[in-house]
């Protein structure tokens, strides 16, 4: 059975509303070397539904959402929307299918023009897309910034530097929502946030998500955050799929090594609580351009043997919709 048939027996039957299948972002350097972003990545998003993904810094987690979304392409690899294949689109077709699909970046003041106005920058999508006419545009501006709890009347003809990162957020959010999209991309969307705003927008991506039959993939290192927010969630590193489960069952019995770090680390909202020890990893996490053979966490894997070196691990059913890619998974 190779990888991508135990990646599937790992998931129900049934295909989801995003299919991700193999999926390869490669980076080319000077001297014919290569940065391996992500590597065979195989995931799938229910219709409605929220994933989580999650992973440290440089694993590959944006590379891969702007691929799934064509900004650019990936080097390998299938994706499909609701049975249509986005890799084979181009030109015009691309562009009519990008009204589906709409992405929230991470630096909400970076994301937006400083030289436009609000309602310039939210209707941009409806003039792209060829929707409507002036008045209906900014009669859906009005609706999408109410929608984002920002006062039309005092937003519109202002500018991104008037506002602060988190009503900066709220109308990058509008922005994305302009043309009813079937699926939002979420790129650590409140990393750049102080708390008690990101509990406000995450607030209302729910709020939205449930108005608008939203499907959702929701990229994170805050692993509080993407556990309260997702369905499911899928860990990545360095460029590879490590586990994936429903958030209940990931957070309460890992079976990653990686997983099971990742999970140790995050702080504990308990003053009471008795701090447990850490599993240790040792050494520096290796490099995307010279990755290791085998599985890609064997160098700092407590667990690892000669196997981890000679093989890639391919993802095992380990229960109904949890998979894991370990040989050696945790009890």
Same mark, same amino acid.
């Given at each position: 059975?190779?990888?991508?048939?135990? &990646?599937?027996? %790992?998931?129900? %039957?049934?295909?989801?509303?995003l299919?991700?299948r193999?999926?390869?972002?490669?980076?080319? $350097?000077?001297g014919?070397?290569?940065? +391996?972003?992500?590597?065979?990545?195989?995931?799938? *998003?229910?219709?409605?539904e929220? @994933?989580?993904?999650?992973?440290?810094?440089?694993?590959?987690?944006?590379?891969?959402?702007?691929?799934?979304? =064509?900004?650019?392409?990936?080097?390998?690899?299938?994706?499909?929307?609701?049975?249509?294949? @986005?890799?084979?689109?181009?030109?015009?077709? @691309?562009?009519?299918?990008?009204?589906?699909?709409?992405? *929230?970046?991470?630096?909400?003041?970076?994301?937006?023009?400083?030289?436009?106005? !609000?309602?310039?920058?939210?209707?941009?999508?409806?003039?792209?897309?060829?929707?409507?006419?002036?008045? &209906?545009?900014?009669?859906?501006?009005?609706?999408?910034?109410?929608?984002?709890? @920002?006062? #039309?009347?005092?937003?519109?003809?202002?500018? #991104? +530097?008037?506002?602060?990162?988190? =009503?900066?957020?709220?109308?990058? *959010?509008?922005?994305?929502?302009?043309?009813?999209?079937?699926?939002?991309?979420?790129?650590?969307?409140?990393?750049?946030?102080?708390?008690?705003? =990101?509990?406000?927008?995450?607030? $209302?991506?729910?709020?939205?998500?449930?108005?608008?039959?939203?499907?959702?993939?929701? *990229?994170?290192?805050? $692993?509080?955050?993407?556990?309260? !927010?997702?369905?499911?969630?899928?860990?990545m590193?360095?460029?590879?799929?490590?586990?994936?489960?429903?958030?209940?069952a $990931?957070?309460?019995?890992?079976?990653?090594?990686?997983?099971?770090?990742?999970?140790?680390?995050?702080?504990?909202?308990?003053?009471?609580?008795?701090p447990? #020890?850490?599993?240790?990893?040792?050494?520096?996490?290796?490099?995307p351009?010279?990755?290791?053979?085998?599985?890609?966490?064997?160098?700092?894997?407590?667990?690892? =043997?000669?196997?981890?070196?000679?093989?890639?691990?391919?993802? +095992?059913?380990?229960?109904?919709? +949890?998979?894991? %890619?370990?040989?050696? #998974?945790?009890?």
């Amino acid at each position: 059975m190779n990888a991508l048939t135990e &990646t599937r027996a %790992a998931r129900p %039957a049934t295909e989801g509303f995003l299919e991700i299948r193999g999926l390869s972002v490669e980076h080319p $350097l000077r001297g014919g070397r290569r940065v +391996h972003a992500v590597s065979d990545l195989d995931l799938s *998003i229910a219709k409605g539904e929220t @994933l989580g993904l999650v992973g440290e810094s440089g694993c590959g987690k944006s590379s891969a959402a702007r691929a799934i979304l =064509q900004l650019p392409r990936p080097t390998r690899g299938s994706v499909r929307l609701d049975g249509q294949e @986005l890799t084979a689109l181009s030109g015009g077709a @691309l562009r009519r299918a990008r009204r589906r699909f709409q992405m *929230i970046f991470q630096d909400p003041i970076a994301s937006l023009n400083p030289r436009r106005t !609000v309602a310039e920058i939210v209707s941009a999508p409806l003039e792209i897309a060829g929707e409507g006419d002036a008045r &209906t545009r900014r009669e859906t501006v009005e609706e999408m910034l109410e929608l984002v709890g @920002l006062d #039309p009347r005092h937003a519109m003809d202002r500018r #991104p +530097h008037e506002f602060s990162g988190g =009503q900066c957020q709220r109308i990058s *959010i509008a922005r994305a929502l302009a043309l009813r999209p079937d699926l939002l991309v979420c790129d650590e969307p409140v990393s750049a946030l102080d708390v008690s705003i =990101q509990a406000q927008i995450l607030t $209302l991506l729910a709020d939205l998500k449930a108005r608008f039959g939203l499907t959702m993939l929701f *990229i994170s290192h805050d $692993l509080a955050v993407v556990k309260n !927010v997702s369905d499911r969630v899928a860990v990545m590193h360095l460029g590879k799929l490590c586990e994936e489960a429903g958030a209940e069952a $990931l957070y309460r019995d890992p079976a990653h090594p990686y997983t099971r770090v990742l999970l140790s680390a995050a702080p504990r909202p308990d003053p009471d609580a008795m701090p447990e #020890p850490l599993p240790m990893v040792e050494g520096d996490p290796p490099s995307p351009i010279d990755p290791p053979s085998g599985c890609r966490f064997r160098t700092r894997c407590p667990r690892a =043997q000669a196997l981890c070196a000679a093989e890639a691990p391919p993802v +095992h059913a380990r229960a109904p919709g +949890h998979g894991v %890619a370990c040989h050696f #998974p945790l009890d």
